[in-house]
């Protein structure tokens, strides 16, 4: 028996649907060719599926379709987001958070070796980073804010249109690391004054290894990675056609399903949060979270015997594997959360193909395990 998998928030399976057509998009007999070559019909019909794809995505996030950049994932988004806009200037301030995933923090560690001065925001103990504390931090330098949408590991979601207002009136451009919002919450490029956003596939049943960049149209960003000047000189490299394809279907029907499945899991959330809290001790971490996950610590256990004990659950822990340590997450720690705590946390994440009846047996397993371990210790 495999476990039970909810771990969502680290990657989805692709779903059946997007699988298909992406191996549509392989063979000699299917879309294969390059969608750079001009010069025969094999290159126009990649070129068609690239576009139509671009334009699935467009609707999905409400922008226009030659604001969208393909590459490989969040990570490079984030990384052609931060640096394109920074690298180019001398020096200067960038706002971000405590809470980033490494993808965007590593980023900034960077640029501070190049000369640029960092504030990392810490949330409040409800995980939330407010307006009040971007405009606070504000300099006469402040170059780039860059803040996330919805948090990785406690899903809490930020207050990023407001953000995006004040930033907009301060004419600073505002990067959001978008990757756990696709398919989550109503992200609306026209309604909010986000100017670039990174997203990727694999966090909405998508393909690993692709991703984009919204790029608001007169936001200079500049490459990271040059040759032959594809996606408009942003971003070169033959684009991968099946990559592209199954971004954009996974992209549509997230989108058409976010109302739907929200509600499915907001009510496996929540039964899942009323199983667990049968045993003391229980803490949900985060306030204003979306229906996907559910982060909670468990008082009174050792963290290492509590995941050691779960493994008839794929989940995740406060704990992250540093080569050779166990460090406490750096997300918790910034809520307040002492190392004892943040350790004995677990994320459990769903998704699409999650049922009530595995939530149920994930409920059985964590209370019988946290009685175990208690009764152990007592
Ligand atoms: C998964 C994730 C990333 C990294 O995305 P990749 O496509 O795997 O590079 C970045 N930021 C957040 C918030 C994520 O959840």
């Given at each position: ?17 997007v ?8 063979t ?25 794809a ?10 226009d ?9 969040a ?15 001398d ?34 103990s409800?995980g ?44 600073i ?22 100017d ?10 998508g ?33 991968p ?18 109302k ?7 009510a ?26 559910a ?16 493994h ?10 540093n ?17 004892e705590?943040a ?36």
């Open positions: 028996m495999k476990p039970i998998y909810l771990d969502y928030a680290a990657t989805t399976p692709v779903a059946p649907q699988a298909e057509k992406m191996a549509a998009c392989l000699l007999e299917g879309n294969f060719a390059n969608p750079a070559s001009r010069s025969h019909r094999y290159g126009w019909m990649a070129e068609e599926a690239v576009e139509n671009r334009n699935q995505l467009a609707q999905a996030l409400h922008c379709s030659r604001e969208i950049v393909w590459t490989s994932g990570t490079e988004a984030n990384n052609l987001a931060i640096k394109g806009v920074c690298e180019k200037l020096g200067g301030h960038i706002i971000t958070t405590a809470i980033e995933h490494k993808a965007v923090l590593d980023v900034c560690g960077y640029l501070e070796t190049k000369g640029f001065t960092v504030t990392y925001l810490t949330p409040d409800s939330r980073i407010s307006v009040a504390q971007v405009e606070q931090a504000l300099q006469d330098d402040t170059c780039l804010v860059s803040v996330m949408y919805v948090n990785n590991e406690l899903g809490v979601i930020n207050p990023v249109a407001d953000i995006a207002a004040l930033c907009r009136s301060k004419k451009t505002f990067h959001v690391d978008g990757a756990q919002a696709v398919g989550k919450v109503d992200v609306n490029l026209e309604r909010d004054g986000i670039l956003l990174s997203i990727s596939a694999h966090k909405f049943y393909p690993k290894g692709m991703g984009a960049l919204f790029v608001r149209r007169g936001v200079k960003v500049d490459a990271q990675i040059h040759g032959g000047g594809h996606e408009r000189g942003m971003r070169s490299g033959t684009l056609t099946h990559q592209i394809v199954g971004l954009g279907l996974a992209a549509e029907i997230s989108v058409q399903e976010l739907e499945q929200e509600a499915r899991l907001s496996l959330k929540q039964s899942l949060i009323t199983g667990l809290s049968q045993v003391s001790g229980v803490t949900v971490n985060g306030e204003n979270t979306v229906a996907n996950i982060n909670v610590s468990f008082s009174g256990v050792d963290g290492e015997s509590l995941l050691l004990s779960l008839d659950l794929a989940v995740s822990s406060g704990s992250a594997c080569s050779a340590t166990m460090a406490p997450s750096y997300v918790l720690k910034a809520i307040g959360l002492d190392d705590t350790h004995a946390s677990i994320r459990f994440s769903m998704g699409r193909f999650t049922t009530a009846d595995e939530i149920n047996q994930a409920v059985n397993s964590v209370v019988t395990v946290v009685q175990r371990l208690r009764a152990m210790t007592a």
